[in-house]
C-alpha cells in the first residue's frame, strides 16, 4: 500500500464544507448589518449624527431608531457637586446606578472651591471642571478620563462657569459669568489645553455670560448673557465676537438667558429664557427668532438628542424636565424630577437616555435622575453628595458583565491624588460630551 501524505488523517463528513460555508455567509451578514447600523448612528459613534443638513438627515434618523440598541449598554456620565468640591463618576446599565469614583477638586482648604461646569474631549481622554469661587478668581481645571488623575489648572476670570470645548479639543471656550458682581460686562476665556493649559485670550462679551456652546463643525462659538438679553456669536478661528442678538420673552418682556444650544446640524441655535417659561429657536443664517417652544417654569440648561428629534430643558422653577419634539415645535413630555431645582442635562449619544443633576435645597442630598427618552419616564436615580449642576457625558460600552476596570466603586482621596486605572481612559463607543 503506497504512502500517501495526510492519508491518515480523518476525511471531513460529507457536507461539512457547505455548512461551513453557510457560517462564514451568516457571519458576513451580521457584520454588514452591523456596520450598516454603526454608520446610521445605532451605537452613537461620531458617523451616527442624524438630522444633518439635506434630505439624508430624516432618512439617517428612522434608520438610527430601526437599528439602534442591538446590545445592552452601560453608560458613563461625570457630575459636580458644587457645595463639596467633588466630581462623581456615576456609571448607569439596565440593571443599576452607582457612582464609581468621587475626586476632590480645589486647592482652599478652609473655603469652597465650587466645581461647577464640566466637559468631556471629543476624544474621551480629558474631561475639564471650572471652580468659580476664588479669592477672587477661579480656575479650569483638566483630569485625565477612568484614572481620574488631575493634569493641570490655570486663573480665569471671576466666577468661571459653563465651559465650550472644539470638537478636536484643543480650545475651551469659558463664561466668566461674575455671578456676585458688579452689573458691567464680563468676558469668555479662551484656554489653549495643551501642552499645558494657558489662558490665550479674554474677550469681553456681555453681562453675566453663560451657557457656552461650539457649533458641530467648529466654526463659531455662542454663549448669552443673562444680565443683558443677548445672544454672542463668536469665531473660533480668530476669536472675536461676530455678531449679537437682543432676545426677549413672548410678551417682550425680559428673557434672562442662560443657555444657548446649537442645533445637531448647526443651523439653529435654542436659548433658554430663564426669566419666562420659554425657548427660543434662533435661524443661524437669518439671526432672528424662529420659533417658540412653550416649557416648564424657569428653563435653564438645554441638550439635544443626536438624532435631531427631541429638546431637552430643566425647568428650574418646576421641579421638571421638558421634552420638546422639534419636528412639531411642541413639548412631548413634562417629567418630574426626584429633587426640585434640575440645574444640567446631557444625552447619551445613542439618543436613548437623558441624564440629569437635581441641585436640592439645603442641607437635602442632591441626585442624578435618568429618563428614558422612548418611554418619556424616568427609570433611574442615584443620590451624589451637595449642589450638583455640571454634568458631562463620557463614554457608552456594551454591558458583558463585571467591568473590573471601572466598575470597582470609589475610595476616598485627598485632593491632587491620583486615582487608579490606564492614562488614557479612552471609551469604546460615543465618546465625549459637553457640560453644564
Known sequence: MCDVEGADRPRPRPGTGRRRLARVLVLALAALEVASCASAGGYGGEGGEAGEAGERGPERGERARRFRRPIDLRY???????????????????????????????????????????????????????????????????????SDEPVGSVPLGLFPSTIGLTPDGTLAFVANFDLHGKPEPSSISVVATAPVLTEAERITTCVKPHGVRVAPDGQH??????????LVEMSVSRPRVTRTLHVADSTGGTCEPTWAQPSVDGHDVYVACNGAAEVLDVGVDSWSVKRRFAVGKAPYNLAVTRDGRYLLATDKGEQAVSVVDLASGTEAARIATTRPLPHGVVVSPDSRYAFVTNEAVGATRSTVDVIDLDGKKRVASVEVEHQAGGIAFWRMAPLRGPNPRFGRGFRPRERGEGGEGSEGGGGEIGEGGGGR
Open 76 to 146: 458613563w456620565v461625570y457630575v459636580a457637586d458644587e457645595s463639596s468640591d467633588l466630581v462623581n463618576r456615576v456609571r448607569f446599565d439596565k440593571d443599576s446606578i452607582a457612582i464609581d469614583d468621587r475626586v476632590p477638586v480645589g486647592r482652599m482648604p478652609a473655603a469652597l472651591d465650587g466645581p461647577r461646569g464640566l466637559s468631556v474631549s471629543g476624544d474621551g481622554r480629558f474631561w475639564y471642571v471650572t471652580t468659580a469661587h476664588g479669592t477672587p478668581y477661579g480656575r479650569l481645571w483638566k483630569f485625565r478620563t477612568g
Open 221 to 230: 462659538v455662542y454663549s448669552v448673557c443673562a444680565g443683558s438679553d443677548e
